[in-house]
């Protein structure tokens, strides 16, 4: 029996120009959102289309995925900029999407940082509220995805915006509820069978063990895949059989009040 639901988000459209990201087209069959790459980090206008049109295809909510400038390192180097920079680089790969959804007959559901600026909007409250403010000023019925007991979450509802804590089934937690940086060994679960019982005792229990060993309570209302795994496709099926076979349903983020 159900008892209750979340929301499956990937990460893609993270191919660029003749160079191939991802297994979108296989994990879309099996999320409720996609993370659409914006540009900055990966993505180009090509794919953004047909990862949009895909998505519409699917039944899967369309989100943006801005990102610092920073294709070489995609996106997961920690950069200096300022507020005024992160606000306008927030503002400019949201809008960018939103045309094309709109062109395709869809519409942009949420917003979800990329890499090295989701986790230091999860700490820098200065960062956080320009991105807030970037996504309320655009369109204030966006939902802001980021992770969960971070600054990024506070800065959200500080801005009205509805907001939806993320956890991941593939990363490694800190006992403060960060996730372990990719520079330490095990960061990154890639073994499917741990990554996805990760999932479903954050889905279930609402918990998490640490790389530490002790274990962390974690909210969540979605759960990332991340599409550049190079087992994306299997991941997210194994992912939503398992989790539906605990009892949770797997459907979209209820959408935010709209402007």
């Given at each position: 029996m159900t008892t209750r639901s979340i929301d499956l988000n990937c990460d893609?459209?993270?191919?660029?120009?003749?160079?191939?990201?991802?297994?979108?087209?296989e994990v879309?069959?099996?999320?409720?959102?996609?993370?659409?790459?914006?540009?900055?980090?990966?993505?180009d206008p090509q794919t953004m289309r047909r990862t949009v049109a895909a998505a519409i295809a699917n039944g899967v909510a369309i989100g943006a995925h801005p990102s610092?400038?920073?294709?070489?390192?995609?996106?997961?180097?920690?950069?200096?900029?300022?507020?005024?920079?992160?606000?306008a680089l927030t503002l400019y790969q949201t809008g960018a999407l939103a045309a094309i959804a709109r062109a395709a007959g869809g519409r942009v559901h949420h917003v979800k940082p990329h890499g090295a600026l989701y986790n230091m909007a999860a700490k820098d409250r200065a960062l956080a509220d320009a991105i807030a403010a970037a996504v309320r000023d655009f369109d204030a019925g966006l939902i802001l995805v980021g992770l969960a007991g971070s600054a990024l979450l506070d800065a959200g509802e500080h801005a009205g915006l509805a907001v939806a804590y993320e956890a991941f089934a593939d990363r490694r937690y800190e006992n403060d509820g960060s996730l372990t940086p990719r520079s330490l060994p095990g960061a990154v679960i890639g073994d499917i069978d741990a990554a996805v019982a990760q999932a479903v005792a954050i889905a279930t229990r609402g918990e998490v063990v640490t790389r530490q060993g002790d274990t962390l309570r974690v909210h969540a209302d979605t759960i990332c895949v991340h599409g550049d795994r190079a087992d994306a496709a299997i991941f997210s099926r194994r992912l939503r059989d398992a989790l539906q076979s605990a009892g949770v349903a797997i459907a979209a983020l209820p959408a935010g009040r709209r402007s």
């Open positions: 893609m459209g993270e191919s660029f120009g003749a160079w191939t990201m991802g297994q979108d087209a879309l069959a099996h999320v409720s959102s996609a993370n659409i790459a914006c540009g900055f980090h990966a993505g610092l400038p920073d294709l070489v390192g995609f996106g997961r180097r920690e950069m200096r900029v300022s507020a005024d920079e992160t606000y």
